[in-house]
C-alpha cells in the first residue's frame, strides 16, 4: 500500500460515510444515500482528540484528590478517596482489591491519556504506523473499564442507604472521575486513525520519490 | 457513474482542507478547567484555618477522622497527631472548617469528649460507639487565636452561660472539687468549676460558678459554707444528725446565705472573692478578710489565753485572739504580755467587710468612753480565758494609742482577773481536799456514836424505878443498911468491951452512931 499511494480512494476522490459506510466522491459533499456529510477524513479530528485530552486532564487531579466516596455511619463520617481507598485495601492485605482498583481507576486513565497524546502525535509525525494501529484499538477497547469506579460508587450509594446506622454518598471525585473516563472515551473516538497512515505514507513518499 | 468520475484521472483531487481554525470542542476543555478550578476552589473555601491544640494524652484521638464539634456541628477534623517537644504531651492539628474561623477565639475552650463519670454524672456516653471527638466551645472574645491548650476535663459549665463567677477560698479543700454542687436553701443554683491550690499562703482557691438566676442572690456581705457530709452534733438538746442532700453527703456541697441579722450588701461583682467557711458555725466565729489588728499589753499571766479564743465585747463576739506572744513587743521594759487581736468590721457594722473604718472608729469611741480589755476566764473547768472589752466606771481618760505600728486597746489591771485566778486556785485546792474520804470517815464515826447512844439508852431505861431490878435492888440495899447496922453495933461491942465476945453482952454499953448509913450508900 506504501508503495502505491495512488491507489488509495482518496487519491481518486472517494470518501466511505461515517455513518452508512457508502464510499461516494468528496466533492459531492454529503452521501448520496444516507445524505450525512462526508469527508476523506474525520473533521478536526487531532483538535477535538487534544481538546477532550486536556480536559481530561484537567479533571484527572480532582477525579483523584477530592474524596469519591463519602461515608457516615455511627462511628462517624468518613470520606475517601482512590488512593485511600487503595491504600486501605493494602493494609487490610487485601491485596487483589487494592491492585483492581489501582490498574482500573488510576492506571488505566493515565495510561490512555498517555496514548492518545502519543497517537496525537503520531499522527502529526507519522510514527511507526503498524504499533499506532495496535495502540489505538486497544485504547478504543479499554476505554470503558475504567468506569468500575463509578459504577461501584453509583451502587453503593444506590444500595447503602441504612439511615442514621450508615449511608454512603458520592463525592465530587466520583463526577470528576467519571468526566475523566467519558472524555478520554470521546477523546480516542474522535481520533481518526487514518491520520496515522496518512503521516506515515507522506513521510514515505518523497523517500520513494527520491 | 460513480466509477466514471473515480477512475477519472482528469478529475481535479479533493481538496484536503487542514481544519486551521478553531474548533468549537476546544469549549470542552474550558468547561473542564473551569469545573476543576471551581472544584479546588471549593474545596480550599471551605477549609477554614489549621490550629493546634495540646493535650496529655491523644487517647482516642485519630488523626483524619477524629471530628471537632460545637454543639454538635462538626466544624473540623483532626489531621495529625503528634508528640510535643519535650515528649510531655500531645500537639494534636486540626482543619477547622472555614465557618469556625469566629469560634477561634483567646477563650475558646477545647476538650476530648470521651465516657466520663465525674461530679456532673455520667457524660459521653454516646463516644462509646462512635469512638471519641473533640469539643469546642466558644469564648465570648473577639481576639482571634490558633494555638490552644486543651483542657483535660470538660469545663462544667459551657462558656457562655449566664452567671456570676466568684472566687471561694478555704484553708482545707474538704472533699470539694471541680463538679461539686452549691446549693441555695437546697436548690441547685450552681457548681465549683476550679479548684487551684496556692503554694505561698497555703489557701485553697475556688472558682465557682453562679447561675443568673441565684447570682442577685450574692451580696458583698453573703458567707460561703461547706455542707459536706453529715453533721453531728451532740448538745442539751440530744443527738442532732443533719446532712445534705444525697449528692452533697457523696460529694460534698456548697451553700452561701445572708449573716443572720445581717441586711443584704451590694450585689457582688462578677470575679468577687468570699472566705468558704468549714460549717455554718464558723461562718460566726471567724471571719477571714480584712479584720483590724489590736494590741492589748497584760501585766499579769495569760495562761489559758490560746490562739482563737473569742473577744468579746460586753458578751458579744466582735473578734479572735491572733497571737499571743512576746515577739509582738519584745522591747517592753515591764515585759507585758503583747496579746494580738483581730477585730472582725462584718460582727459590728453592716457595710462591706473591705470597709474597716467603721470598725475602727467604733473601738477608738469606746476607748475614749473607758473602754478596757480584761482577761476573763470563759470555762472554770477548764480553765480557758477570753478577752473581754467592757467599759470600766472609775477609768481614766485614754484613746487607742499607736506603738510600733500596732494600735494598743487599753487594759485593767486585770484585778477581776487575778480574783478569779485566786478563786479558781482555792476551788482547785478544795476539788484537792480528801473530802470524799473525811466524810466517809466521820460518817463511820457517828454511825458507832448512834450505835453507842442506843445500848446507853436501852441500859438506863432496865434501871428505871418502875423495873422489878430497882425494886429488888432498893431492898437488897435497905437490907444491907440494916446488916451493916448491926455489924457496927456489934464492932463497938467489941471496941469496948472485948471480952464480950467470950463473955456476952454487958449492960449499959452506949451506941454512938455519927454517920450511920454513909458506909453502906457508898456501897
Known sequence: MRELPNEFAAARGLAVCHVCGLASPVSAGQCPRCRAGIHLRNRESLQRTWAFTIASVLLYFPANLLPILRVESIAGPQSSTIISGVIQFWHEEDYPVAIIIFVASVMIPILKIIAIVCLCLAAGAGWRPRGMTRLYRVTEFVGRWSMVDVFVVAILVGVVQLGSTISIHPGAGAVSFAAVVVLTMFAAMSFDPRLIWDAAAARAQPAHQD | ?523
Open chain 2, 1 to 523: 457513474m460513480a466509477e466514471d468520475v473515480a477512475f477519472d484521472p482528469a478529475q481535479p483531487r479533493p481538496i484536503v482542507r487542514p481544519a486551521r481554525r478553531l474548533s468549537p470542542i476546544w469549549i470542552i476543555p474550558i468547561v473542564a478547567a473551569l469545573l476543576g478550578a471551581w472544584l479546588a476552589w471549593q474545596y480550599y473555601a471551605a477549609r477554614g484555618p489549621a490550629i493546634t491544640v495540646s493535650f496529655e494524652t491523644a487517647d482516642g484521638i485519630v488523626a483524619g477522622k477524629t471530628p471537632v464539634m460545637c454543639r454538635s456541628v462538626t466544624v473540623g477534623t483532626v489531621e495529625n497527631v503528634g508528640l510535643t517537644g519535650d515528649l510531655k504531651g500531645v500537639v494534636v492539628t486540626m482543619q477547622m472548617t472555614n465557618e469556625a474561623t469566629r469560634l477561634l477565639t483567646n477563650d475558646t475552650q477545647i476538650w476530648v469528649v470521651r465516657p466520663r463519670y465525674g461530679a456532673g454524672g455520667i457524660s459521653g456516653l454516646s463516644t462509646l460507639v462512635s469512638g471519641s471527638y473533640i469539643e469546642l466551645a466558644p469564648g465570648a472574645s473577639q481576639a482571634p487565636r490558633r494555638d490552644f491548650v486543651g483542657l483535660e476535663q470538660p469545663p462544667v459549665t459551657p462558656g457562655g452561660v449566664p452567671g456570676l463567677r466568684v472566687t471561694l477560698f478555704t484553708d482545707e479543700a474538704g472533699g470539694i472539687a471541680p463538679g461539686t454542687a452549691i446549693t441555695y436553701k437546697g436548690l441547685s443554683a450552681g457548681r465549683i468549676e476550679t479548684r487551684v491550690f496556692h503554694p505561698d499562703n497555703g489557701k485553697v482557691e475556688f472558682g465557682a460558678f453562679i447561675s443568673a438566676e441565684y447570682a442577685p442572690l450574692v451580696r458583698a456581705n453573703t458567707k460561703f459554707w461547706n455542707v459536706s457530709g453529715l453533721d453531728v452534733q451532740v448538745g442539751a438538746n440530744g443527738l442532732q444528725l443533719r446532712t445534705g442532700t444525697l449528692e452533697s453527703l457523696l460529694m460534698g456541697g456548697i451553700t452561701f446565705g445572708q449573716p443572720s441579722g445581717a441586711g443584704s450588701g451590694p450585689p457582688a461583682a462578677d470575679g468577687a472573692t468570699f472566705a468558704l467557711y468549714g460549717s455554718l458555725e464558723e461562718t460566726t466565729k471567724f471571719s477571714m478578710r480584712s479584720s483590724v489588728p489590736y494590741l492589748l499589753l497584760f501585766t499579769g499571766g495569760v495562761r489559758g489565753l490560746s490562739d482563737g479564743a473569742p473577744v468579746e465585747f460586753r458578751g458579744v463576739r466582735i473578734g479572735t485572739v491572733n497571737g499571743v506572744s512576746f515577739r509582738y513587743l519584745s522591747n517592753d521594759p515591764e515585759r507585758r504580755v503583747p496579746v494580738l487581736i483581730q477585730v472582725d468590721p462584718s460582727f459590728i457594722t453592716n457595710l462591706p467587710s473591705e470597709n474597716t473604718e467603721a470598725a475602727e472608729n467604733f473601738v477608738a469611741d469606746a476607748v475614749r468612753n473607758g473602754m478596757r480589755a480584761s482577761l476573763k476566764t470563759g470555762n472554770l473547768l477548764t480553765g480557758q480565758l477570753y478577752v473581754d472589752l467592757d467599759f470600766q466606771k472609775d477609768a481614766p481618760p485614754a484613746t487607742v494609742a499607736e506603738l510600733e505600728g500596732y494600735r494598743l486597746i487599753p487594759t485593767t489591771s486585770g484585778g477581776l482577773g487575778e480574783l478569779q485566778d485566786k478563786a479558781t486556785a482555792l476551788l482547785d485546792k478544795l476539788a484537792g481536799l480528801p473530802l470524799d474520804e473525811t466524810v466517809r470517815n466521820a460518817s463511820a464515826t457517828l454511825e458507832s456514836v448512834k450505835a453507842m447512844t442506843e445500848n446507853l439508852s436501852k441500859t438506863a431505861a432496865g434501871f428505871s424505878e418502875d423495873s422489878p431490878v430497882y425494886r429488888q435492888l432498893s431492898a437488897t440495899l435497905r437490907e444491907l443498911d440494916e446488916t451493916l447496922r448491926s455489924v457496927r453495933a456489934l464492932a463497938d461491942t467489941l471496941e469496948q468491951k472485948p471480952n464480950s465476945l467470950i463473955f456476952g453482952k454487958g449492960k449499959s454499953t452506949p451506941t454512938p452512931t455519927p454517920v450511920p448509913g454513909r458506909r453502906g450508900r457508898r456501897e
